[in-house]
């Protein structure tokens, strides 16, 4: 689960991808999903003009969520009926593979700073989720996205997309071994388990993953 800015928990951690920067932006354009711009001023006014218009904006910023001490890497997402206001997203943070192993199933997995350089192969831990249209916020009152619950689906959705590109092989289902209450801000319906995959570019062959072997195989749970 990770923390928003506000300190509250936000989406739960739903699957992980194990390649490069280079491999995880070419997977994610073969689905027809666009980067997420840099949360800044001119791209956080921009999104707010079309979320209120309702008119498409393909790249749009996302909320800074954090997971590993940091805010996300890198985010995608696709609109849903060109509507900025319904979308299936994804952030992911990127996790060095060997500290990933050592600590995979225990607290100090999600207690790790440590951000490994843009070129190496590393666990990209992702969060997905759907955006249903507009929500305001209980504490602050602000407009923001409704998010479906069922956050199981969504991550069954993009892995089941990803297998059907062929662009990640290897898959795999694990327990993430941490499950914590989540307080009344969204509620999210997960079944605590994180889908696992290698990157595959050019069909060259899947990378042999680094973790240990749990759950059940060949399959997006």
């Known amino acids: 689960m990770k923390l928003r800015t506000d300190g509250l928990p936000g989406d739960p951690v739903n699957l992980a991808l194990i390649g490069t920067l280079p491999q995880l932006r070419t997977a994610f354009a073969a689905l ?3 980067e997420a711009d840099r949360l800044s001023v001119a791209s956080s006014w921009r999104m707010t003009r079309a979320f209120v218009f309702n008119s498409p904006y393909p790249t749009a910023p996302f909320s800074t969520l954090y997971l590993f ?43 790790n700073t440590d951000r490994p350089p843009d070129n190496e192969h590393v666990l990209w831990v992702g969060a997905g989720t759907r955006d249903t249209g507009l929500s305001l916020t209980r ?53 605590g388990e994180v889908t696992l995959a290698s990157l595959v570019v050019n069909d060259a062959g899947a990378f042999e993953t680094c973790l240990p072997a749990k759950g059940k195989q060949g399959g997006s749970g």
């Open 69 to 111: 001490g940091r805010g996300q890497d890198i985010g995608f997402q696709k609109a849903i009926d060109n509507s900025p206001r319904k979308r299936h997203h994804i952030r992911f943070w990127a996790l060095n593979l060997t500290r990933a192993q050592d600590a995979w199933g225990a607290a100090g997995f999600w207690l």
């Open 32 to 34: 027809g999903w666009s």
């Open 139 to 191: 504490l602050t009152f602000q407009i923001t996205h409704a998010t479906d619950s069922d956050t199981n689906a969504e991550r069954d959705y993009i892995i089941a997309e990803l297998m059907k590109n062929r662009v990640i092989e290897a898959v795999k289902v694990v327990q993430s071994g941490q499950r914590l209450p989540a307080e009344r801000v969204n509620h999210y319906t997960t079944d």
